[in-house]
């Protein structure tokens, strides 16, 4: 997912389970605490970003 392009990536998640975005969620997180270790700070922010936007769509899934 990370090699995508945000939109492309947006795209992907928007057609995921409730199941596989909480998965995704985790996986990019853990991916984002090793950016901030290893002081890739910018890939870091990329990764809280999408993170933030996935979260989103699992509250709308939520919701209905």
Not at 11 to 22: F, G, I, P
């Amino acid at each position: 997912l990370i090699t995508h392009g945000f939109c492309s990536f947006i795209k992907d998640a928007e057609s995921m389970s409730y199941k596989e975005l909480n998965t995704t969620i985790r996986k990019l997180t853990k991916q984002m605490h090793s950016a901030a270790a290893e002081l890739d700070f910018e890939k870091a922010a990329m990764l809280r970003d999408k993170i933030m936007e996935l979260k989103k769509m699992l509250h709308e899934i939520e919701e209905d």
